[in-house]
């Protein structure tokens, strides 16, 4: 069984950071493109940051690039988003999910398991 849980978020000043985590289980990780996205109240999902499973090519939505970091440790089965210079846009509930297609990756879209997210509050 499929399981991917999130944690680390909560409540930041603008301009703080804060690093995601997201546990895998029940799946090989390695074999797998993870992505993090991210919902607002009353707006539609937003694809956040993906990584490859076989070069671990990273990919970032033009509104986090240069921002967020996205990483995997496939020995430890999780995978990071660390969040620097965050804004109060960036005010939203973060899941991790595994892609169902590697090609998917780079359009961070795709999403064919996901987890139970996570509330990022940037306010000050």
């Known amino acids: 069984q499929v399981q991917l849980v999130a944690s680390g978020g909560g409540l930041v000043q603008p301009g703080g950071s804060l690093t995601l985590s997201c546990a895998a289980s029940g799946f090989t990780l390695e074999w797998y493109p993870i992505g993090w996205f991210r919902q607002a109240p009353e707006k539609e999902r937003e694809g956040v940051s993906c990584?490859?499973?076989?070069?671990?090519?990273?990919y970032y939505a033009d509104s986090v690039k240069g921002r967020f970091t996205i990483s995997r440790d496939n020995a430890k089965k999780t995978v990071s988003l660390r969040m620097n210079n965050l804004r109060p846009e960036d005010t939203a509930v973060y899941y991790c999910?595994?892609?169902?297609?590697?090609?998917?990756?780079?359009?961070?879209?795709?999403?064919?398991?996901r987890g139970q997210g996570t509330q990022v509050t940037v306010s000050s």
């Open positions: 999910a595994v892609l169902s297609d590697p090609l998917m990756c780079a359009a961070l879209k795709g999403v064919a398991s």
């Open positions: 990584i490859s499973n076989d070069d671990d090519n990273t």
